[in-house]
């Protein structure tokens, strides 16, 4: 039973660029969140997926969008990067929304320059 | 505003020795609380999921507990081993029609041999 994927591992970008993060749930889940984790921090909620749409948001801008697919799956996009974005980028996965126990992927590091 | 605190920052101990780790919360009325292991630039583990109906956790050397009224939980590891070297974070499911986890910033736990 496949957990929690994420693709890339690593991305460089530059300042002003955009970015797509990929992430495929744990089997049997439907529910997908994303995290920001910087350097010596704990992760930061970003938003949450469920039934292809966003259902809550943590407190970041507009340029940080997402996307759910029918197959569960999510993306998550950066516009306008910003030295202060690069982080490791974590995907969770749940068998429900809201509620259940939250499995992560291995994330995704992004480093801008 | 929920925010999760975690003390000692770093924790370093000889090998076999008993630890605890402690995770405090600013507001008593959680959903759930889980405890993770993350290792150097890698994804995070779950190691212990505890509802708010309940006192405590075990999983092998693992036992965390939980006292809502006072905003506490405590990880405790039995017999540690260099291979427990890891950040130790704990998270707050704040209530149950969120996804949300609020994480602390994490224990950082060296084992030495």
């Known amino acids: 039973d496949a957990g929690v994927t994420q693709s890339p591992t690593h991305l460089i970008k530059t300042r002003g660029q955009q970015v797509t993060l990929r992430c495929s749930p744990k089997?049997?889940?439907?529910?997908v969140s994303w995290y920001q984790q910087a350097l010596g921090q704990g992760p930061q909620f970003i938003f949450q997926y469920y039934e292809e749409e966003e259902r809550q948001r943590g407190n970041f801008p507009d340029r940080f969008s997402g996307h759910q697919f029918p197959n569960y799956s999510s993306e998550l996009n950066v516009n306008a990067l910003l030295l202060g974005d690069s982080a490791l980028y974590l995907c969770?996965?749940?068998?429900?929304?809201?509620?259940?126990?939250?499995?992560f992927g291995p994330g995704t590091r992004l480093t801008v320059t | 505003k929920q925010e999760v605190t975690q003390i000692p920052a770093a924790l370093s101990v000889p090998e076999g020795e008993n630890l605890v780790l402690n995770c405090s919360f600013t507001d008593s009325a959680i959903y759930n609380l889980q405890w993770f292991r993350q290792d150097p630039g890698k994804g995070l583990t779950s190691l212990l999921l505890i509802q708010s109906s309940q006192r405590e956790q075990t999983s092998g050397r693992l036992n965390a507990s939980l006292d809502k009224s006072s905003g506490r939980s405590t990880l405790y590891i039995a017999a540690s081993q260099p291979g427990d070297s890891a950040t130790y974070l704990c998270a707050v499911h704040g209530s149950s029609n969120t996804g949300k986890l609020i994480f602390g910033q994490g224990t950082t736990l060296q084992v030495k041999p």
């Open positions: 969770a996965s749940s068998p429900e929304l809201y509620l259940g126990e939250q499995y």
């Open positions: 089997s049997g889940h439907d529910t």
